[in-house]
């Protein structure tokens, strides 16, 4: 079967850092995204990870390992805006990108 | 450049009623895909069309829902009667296809605004 776990909320204070896991199970592997998807609007591309490791990118890194089948998306430096749904996605082996349920974050001042 | 562009924005139907949604991908995208997300969860992919074909449809309930991209471009995607349990953001996006040493790359998708439909 195809699984995406992720935790559905999480809270998080300005200024702080938060680490939103995802443990995936999937009919073959070709990379995992992270998307950005605030209230009523589009995912918006964050990462893509293919390869074991860390990805930075400014106040947004993404890791991935994948023999645990694992990837997290850590954000420093919560700022209000960074408040929103945040879903990781993998391409399939068929090229079908399966998304998780998201996780909402709230960041409080 | 242009992005992804979806209308209408906002459809309010009653059950057994017939809706279409349009969608035009970012110029030069050869790959489009229509997804649907009910609150609180994660994008389901509908359909995906490489140029004006269907790559799959494995999970588009056709009895009811129906979509085409004749000229390759944009797309249209059809419910016809709608459901209840229809009611969902509908969300277009594009993908560039790259190629590199001859496979195809998994580069990202960019989405459309949505369509908010709500059956009641």
């Known amino acids: 079967g195809q699984n995406i776990d992720q935790p559905t909320e999480m809270t998080a204070t300005e200024g702080a850092i938060v680490q939103i896991n995802c443990t995936y199970q999937?009919?073959?592997?070709?990379?995992l995204f992270w998307y950005q998807q605030h209230a009523g609007e589009a995912p918006t591309f964050l990462s893509y990870?293919?390869?074991?490791g860390l990805e930075e990118k400014g106040r947004f890194s993404s890791f991935l390992s994948r023999s645990k089948g694992y990837s997290y998306l850590l954000l420093k430096e919560l700022q209000m805006k960074d408040s929103a749904s945040y879903l990781c996605?993998?391409?399939?082996?068929?090229?079908?990108?399966?998304f998780g349920q998201g996780t909402t974050l709230q960041v409080k001042p | 450049e242009a992005g992804v562009a979806q209308s209408p924005r906002y459809k309010i139907i009653e059950k057994r009623q017939s809706v279409a949604f349009w969608c035009n991908p970012i110029?030069?995208?050869?790959?489009l895909y229509w997804y649907q997300q009910i609150l609180g969860q994660g994008p389901k992919l509908l359909i995906q069309?490489?140029?004006?074909?269907?790559?799959?449809d494995s999970q588009l309930p056709k009895d009811r829902f129906s979509a085409e991209r004749l000229k390759g471009v944009d797309s249209t995607l059809k419910i016809q009667p709608a459901k209840l349990e229809d009611s969902a953001v509908y969300l277009c996006?594009?993908?560039?296809?790259?190629?590199?040493?001859?496979?195809?790359?998994?580069?990202?998708?960019?989405f459309g605004p949505g369509t908010r439909l709500t059956v009641l």
């Open positions: 996006a594009s993908r560039e296809l790259r190629t590199s040493g001859g496979y195809y790359s998994y580069n990202e998708q960019f």
């Open positions: 999937t009919s073959g592997f070709n990379g």
């Open positions: 990870n293919v390869l074991d």
């Open positions: 996605a993998v391409y399939s082996n068929t090229g079908k990108l399966i």
């Open positions: 110029s030069g995208h050869a790959t």
């Open positions: 069309f490489q140029n004006n074909g269907v790559v799959d």
